[in-house]
């Protein structure tokens, strides 16, 4: 798919110059790095468009896409508990996905920046700081006006998304 073709059917993934004119030269999906980009990038912009399109989230922009401590990260102007819920899941995928092909799991390794890496790419003088092994599920704890709670995320149907079969492939916790 082209750039032309992406905007026009995801609007929010234009970038735009200081004048307000949109440059068809890059899309915010360009900012995802090449492995990730790879492995999920568009089922990732999918699962965002299929909440956008649950209504609620008027004015949303991306504001910002990046690696960081070796996970993906993006900010958005605005979100709710599902956009946090489709965020939160690919930032766990993408802290398994080796950022330069895309494979999937890997571990991440240490040569002063930590990134998840695959055999063929790791650096050669990195170090081994966590294992490939994922999880079919994480837990974290919101707090909002309503007090706290504990919300479950279920990663199987995102690892069915990007190809990864939870009940034959890899260690899984």
């Not at 609007?11 to 790095?33: K, V």
Request: glycine share 10%; net charge negative; hydrophobic share 30%.
């Amino acid at each position: 798919m082209t750039n032309e073709e992406l905007v026009q059917k995801y609007p929010w993934l234009g970038i735009y110059d200081h004048n307000g004119n949109l440059n068809m030269e890059y899309t915010w999906l360009d900012q995802i790095p090449d492995g990730w980009r790879k492995a999920f990038g568009m089922a990732l912009v999918e699962d965002i468009q299929r909440v956008l399109d649950q209504g609620g989230l008027e004015g949303f922009k991306l504001e910002l896409i990046k690696e960081k401590y070796g996970e993906l990260v993006i900010y958005t102007s605005v979100g709710n508990e599902e956009l946090f819920r489709v965020l939160s899941a690919y930032r766990y995928i993408s802290g398994r996905t080796c950022i330069d092909c895309g494979r999937f799991p890997v571990n991440v390794y240490d040569d002063g920046w930590m990134c998840p890496y695959c055999e063929e790419h790791k650096p050669s003088d990195s170090i081994c700081r966590t294992s490939g092994a994922v999880q079919k599920s994480f837990v974290w704890r919101e707090y909002g006006k309503d007090g706290e709670k504990e919300v479950t995320l279920d990663l199987r149907p995102y690892y069915k998304k990007i190809g990864f079969d939870t009940e034959t492939e890899g260690d899984m916790e």
